[in-house]
């Protein structure tokens, strides 16, 4: 177990609507990433926060946004939802976001559905 | 932006030793991380480099050239568990932020057979 908890688990939706992924980070943690796994690709680098505020984006669309709450857990709003955006999301947590080695401890994803 | 090529798939022997090599091409370099993944599951830390070199932790072995942009991670006395997917993934600054960014290679699928 790694600390970082995600909810829900799977989630089964149809096309055009929206969803809230949540992440609590591991105690402590301050910096919370979110990624995208699809089927036949990587671990796709969406968004990072680092106590409350934004600091990097990486491939996310403009449907997709995310915030992180004083109590340092984040969630990931997906709107519009296409059949394309079926994948598992993970969540990590690491302690910092300026340490080069910087270890982020991954949830165990939400398996989200689009039909 | 950052390149980051492994292979797809290996397959290697139980009790074996199995090389599992990573390029990569980036800016703002800072790192690279071995992590293992289990289908379905969460990535699970194994191994960083900064440094030229050799680290060494138990059965697992991570190497890194940064002049030539290129890792392996090793894998000795191989035994069924595992079998997963291994990613590399590449630390780098994140322009303009000042915060260092993670960014995966696509895994290579490991199956060890008896």
């Known amino acids: 177990d790694s600390g970082v908890t995600q909810t829900p688990k799977h989630l089964i939706t149809a096309t055009g609507q929206r969803v809230t992924l949540r992440c609590s980070p591991r105690?402590?943690?301050?910096?919370v990433y979110w990624y995208q796994q699809s089927l036949d690709q990587g671990l796709q680098f969406l968004i990072q926060?680092?106590?409350?505020?934004?600091?990097a984006k990486g491939n996310i669309l403009e449907r997709f946004s995310a915030q992180q709450f004083p109590d340092l857990h984040s969630e990931l709003n997906l709107s519009s939802l296409e059949l394309g955006d079926s994948a598992l999301y993970f969540c990590?947590?690491?302690?910092?976001?300026?340490?080069?080695?910087?270890?982020?401890?991954f949830g165990q994803g939400t398996r989200l559905t689009v039909v | 932006g950052q390149n980051i090529d492994q292979p797809t798939e290996m397959t290697a022997t139980e009790g074996a030793i199995v090389q599992i090599n990573c390029t990569y091409q980036?800016?703002?370099?800072?790192?690279l991380f071995w992590y293992q993944q289990h289908a379905g599951e969460a990535p699970t830390f194994l191994s960083y480099?900064?440094?030229?070199g050799l680290e060494e932790k138990g059965r697992f072995s991570s190497f890194l050239s940064r002049s030539k942009g290129y890792s392996y991670l090793l894998l000795k006395e191989l035994q069924m568990k595992d079998s997963a997917s291994y990613l590399c993934?590449?630390?780098?600054?994140?322009?303009?932020?000042?915060?260092?960014?993670?960014?995966f290679g696509k895994g290579t699928k490991l199956s060890v057979i008896p």
């Open positions: 480099n900064v440094l030229d």
């Open positions: 980036t800016s703002g370099f800072n790192g």
């Open positions: 105690s402590g943690d301050l910096s």
């Open positions: 990590a947590s690491s302690v910092e976001w300026d340490r080069q080695n910087t270890e982020a401890f």
């Open positions: 926060y680092y106590n409350g505020e934004e600091r």
């Open positions: 993934a590449v630390s780098a600054t994140y322009s303009g932020a000042g915060s260092y960014q993670l960014t």
